[in-house]
């Protein structure tokens, strides 16, 4: 694997063909910032001056230099993430839409999305995206629990979050989904369950659940390094995946990713690209993206990310060449996660053999010419990867 940190040399990228072609747009806008994320999010006092017109404005350029830089094919699937989307408003949302919409020519069936926080999320704004050409819409409940609202510093009401969702679907949503975080400290079976079943009842279509991961320089971090809360245990972590795949499943939202769940035709298919090697371009403070066998990440901070667009350069920090060795690394880690599983034809033969004696130990299964893990492989997803790879 190249790595490097030339800002020039990204201009030469090429389109593999076939496949679909993706465009995420990174806001980098929060109000406050929750104890467990460590996204690239600035609140107001982080700033620095930059606000939520210079980084559109900067966008739009960075889009137009994307565009000249690799002619492309009609967009398939463009997503929306943060940070806080919605915190740019209704009409912010429709402009960076039409943004994108200037530089590339989107597909007639583009599944467009953004993320939202039921807090900054309107019916007025739902109404405005739903008309600008939104179709999917992913809410952040995390938790009904207040208790565990508090441990993770989200400051929206439990109920918000299910209102959002019905509010969507009566602004003309073809799919809302809504995000869950298991695992934290303090949460109860009965926690997670209520949750699980609150989501449900607001008839999403779609929903991903994530364990809870400390990640180092979060205030999480520090308060379990103080010793105010524990880690998050794996036994529990286990249990809980098992709880909520099993009411997810008999609601019929079924798994096609270890953390996603969906009803047919609900799955979100800008993610699925990720995860069967598609390509994409990264706009935005932090963004990255993935085109031909290279991958980038532009600069961090909107001030900095702004001002090197000014001058008529892309705003990459650096980037990496993957080789057959990283790519094939890749394809397994990711395409092994998926419901439809890993194809026979992707492993060498060594790989081959031990995938058999994972078939042996229960942990994956043959369906016909592909690899698909079992429910107690779900749960050791990683150790698989590392046992086929070797």
């Known amino acids: 694997m190249a790595v490097s940190s030339d800002m020039a040399s990204p201009l030469e990228l090429t389109l593999r063909p076939g496949g679909p072609f993706g465009i995420y747009v990174h806001v980098p806008f929060c109000a406050t910032r929750c104890g467990y994320c460590d996204f690239n999010t600035y609140t107001p006092s982080e700033l620095g001056g930059a606000n939520p017109d210079g980084w559109l404005e900067a966008l739009r350029v960075e889009l137009d230099l994307a565009a000249a830089a690799l002619p492309a094919p009609p967009v398939d699937t463009v997503f929306v993430g943060g940070g806080t989307p919605s915190l740019l408003g209704g009409d912010g949302l429709a402009a960076v839409l039409d943004a994108i919409r200037s530089s590339f020519m989107l597909a007639p069936d583009a599944e467009v999305t953004t993320e939202a926080?039921?807090?900054?999320?309107?019916?007025?704004?739902?109404n405005r995206i739903r008309d600008a050409g939104y179709t999917r819409l992913s809410l952040g409940l995390q938790s009904m629990a207040p208790n565990v609202l508090a441990v993770l510093d989200r400051?929206?009401?439990?109920?918000?979050?299910?209102?959002?969702?019905?509010?969507?679907?009566?602004?003309?949503f073809e799919h809302v989904s809504i995000d869950l975080?298991?695992?934290?400290?303090?949460?109860?079976?009965?926690?997670?369950?209520?949750?699980?079943?609150?989501?449900?009842?607001?008839?999403i279509d779609h929903l991903s659940a994530?364990?809870?991961?400390?990640?180092?320089?979060?205030?999480?971090?520090?308060?379990?390094?103080r010793g105010e809360m524990p880690l998050p245990d794996d036994d529990v972590l286990a249990r809980r995946y098992e709880l909520l795949d099993e009411r997810l499943s008999t609601a019929g939202l079924d798994w096609y990713e270890v953390s996603n769940w969906s009803r047919a035709g609900g799955?979100?298919?800008?993610?699925?690209?990720?995860?069967?090697?598609?390509?994409?371009?990264?706009?935005?403070?932090?963004?990255?993206?993935?085109?031909g066998h290279h991958r980038w990440w532009n600069?961090?901070?909107?001030?900095?990310?702004?001002?090197?667009l000014g001058q008529g350069a892309?705003?990459?920090?650096?980037?990496?060449?993957?080789?057959?060795?990283?790519r094939h690394t890749e394809d397994v880690l990711l395409r092994i996660r998926l419901r439809s599983g890993l194809p026979h034809a992707v492993l060498r033969p060594d790989e081959l053999l031990r995938a058999e004696s994972a078939v042996a130990e229960g942990l994956l299964v043959?369906?016909?010419?592909?690899?698909?893990l079992t429910d107690r492989g779900r749960l050791l997803a990683d150790g698989v990867v590392r046992r086929l790879l070797g």
């Open 117 to 126: 926080n039921p807090e900054s999320t309107t019916p007025a704004l739902l």
């Open 155 to 172: 400051v929206h009401s439990p109920g918000r979050a299910l209102q959002v969702a019905r509010d969507a679907a009566i602004a003309g």
């Open 181 to 203: 975080i298991y695992g934290t400290p303090g949460e109860s079976d009965d926690d997670l369950l209520q949750s699980v079943d609150a989501a449900i009842g607001a008839g």
């Open 210 to 225: 994530y364990a809870l991961v400390v990640e180092d320089g979060t205030a999480l971090a520090r308060r379990v390094r």
């Open 267 to 291: 799955q979100c298919r800008h993610n699925v690209g990720y995860w069967n090697g598609g390509q994409w371009w990264g706009a935005g403070p932090g963004a990255h993206g993935y085109i």
């Open 299 to 308: 600069v961090k901070h909107p001030n900095t990310y702004a001002a090197t």
């Open 314 to 326: 892309l705003p990459v920090a650096g980037f990496e060449e993957l080789d057959s060795t990283d």
């Open 366 to 372: 043959h369906e016909g010419d592909r690899l698909v």
